[in-house]
Structure formats: C-alpha cells, structure tokens
C-alpha cells in the first residue's frame, strides 16, 4: 500500500511548536515525503518535501528518519491559521496517494 | 497572482444528468490533475495531463468520467449519466513541470451533489 500512516488528530496550543509524525515503512529509495495541508472549504496546500535530508522553508521543516521509514513536520510556532488536516505523501510520480491524514486543533 | 480556478463552486445534479467541470491551471504549468475527494477522506487521483496529452487515467472510477484538455490549459472534467456515488468534491491541481516532483497548486474544488 502506498499509504503512509499518520495520526488522525493531534491538538496544539497556539505559539508552541507541533511535531506531525508520519509512518512509511515500505518507502522506495526513489519516493520523495510530501506534505500538504487542507484547510475546510479549501484545495489542499503544499507545505514541504524532500527525499533523505532535512528540510526547510518558510512554512515548516520536515526532519526525515535516517531509514526514511518515518519522518516528523514541524510546526515551528503554531497559529489559529495553522488549523487544517495535515497530510503526509510518498511518492516518485506525479500523481499524489492521499490518506485521511492529521487533523490538527490550535487552542488559543 | 492568479491562481487555479474550477468553475462553478458548487452543481446539483438529478440522478442521470451529465455535467461538465471545467479547471483553469496556472498560466504555463505543465502538469494538470484531478482529484475527487469524498467526504471526510482524502483526495483521490483521477487523471494526469501533460500539456494536451492524457497520460495517466488510472483513476477515473468508470467510462461514465471522461477528461480532456485539448490546447494544453483549460481543462474538462465530464461525468456522463450520473450516480449518487458521483457526489464529492472535485480537485483541479497545476503544476510547473513534466511528470515528477513538483509541487502542485490546487483549485478550490467543484462541489458536485447528485440528487
């Protein structure tokens, strides 16, 4: 299958930082780890990918296992805007394989 | 800047009707995507165009779906006779590049209610 796994939600309280696990065991060597978020009433959102090193930009950083089998987003400060599902994608190809993904809860 | 744009936002269909959902990429962007997305779960891939060409439909749930984007930008998602199973929203993404890894922009969807 090639779903990854993730949490179905998580809750965090705004300005802390979030860390979104995601599990994908059976990763090729050629899959990238993408990450999108959905905030309602919207298309999805890209946030970060990269392939074995960590990454970074303005939105998030993405720290990736050294196996690849799992890998964490990280939210540096949480905002209410920040409120969305979270889904994390493994992939070579064009075509994105969604899961259910993490809805993600920001308490003021 | 512009970005992806699906029109209309929102169709009610009677059982049997066919619709047609039209998505305006990103000016340029290579890449074209459907997605249909159920309530509740994640989007699920439905075709991939390169420029004029349909290189993928893999996911089109029947021959009752048929996409086509013959200039290689304005894009048609047609569900002939429709079912109530057909209810979902509809995704249109664009992306920059060929087929590989590239990010991809989303429209706000098509919301399609078959009744």
């Known amino acids: 299958d090639a779903k990854t796994t993730q949490p179905n939600s998580m809750e965090s309280n705004e300005e802390e930082p979030v860390h979104l696990p995601c599990n994908h065991s059976?990763?090729?060597?050629?899959?990238?780890i993408h990450w999108y978020r959905q905030l309602p009433s919207q298309g999805p959102e890209y946030v970060i990918h990269?392939?074995?090193s960590n990454v970074n930009n303005r939105m998030a950083s993405l720290a990736i296992a050294e196996d690849r089998k799992s890998s964490t987003l990280i939210l540096h400060r949480a905002t209410l805007r920040d409120a969305a599902v979270y889904y994390c994608?493994?992939?070579?190809?064009?075509?994105?394989?969604f899961g259910k993904g993490t809805k993600l809860s920001v308490k003021p | 800047g512009a970005g992806v744009s699906q029109s209309p936002r929102y169709k009610v269909a009677k059982r049997g009707q066919d619709v047609a959902l039209r998505c305006d990429p990103i000016?340029?962007?290579?890449?074209l995507f459907w997605y249909q997305q159920a309530l509740g779960q994640g989007p699920e891939f439905l075709t991939y165009?390169?420029?004029?060409?349909?290189?993928?439909k893999s996911g089109l749930p029947s021959d009752r779906f048929f996409a086509e984007r013959p200039e290689g930008s304005v894009s048609t998602l047609k569900i002939q006779r429709t079912q109530q199973e057909d209810s979902a929203v509809y995704l249109c993404?664009?992306?920059?590049?060929?087929?590989?890894?590239?990010?991809?922009?989303f429209g706000p969807g098509t919301r399609l209610t078959v009744t």
């Open positions: 000016s340029g962007h290579v890449s």
């Open positions: 993404a664009s992306s920059l590049g060929a087929y590989g890894v590239y990010e991809q922009y």
């Open positions: 165009f390169q420029n004029e060409a349909q290189l993928d």
């Open positions: 990269g392939l074995t």
């Open positions: 059976t990763i090729s060597g050629t899959d990238y």
């Open positions: 994608i493994r992939g070579s190809q064009g075509n994105l394989i």
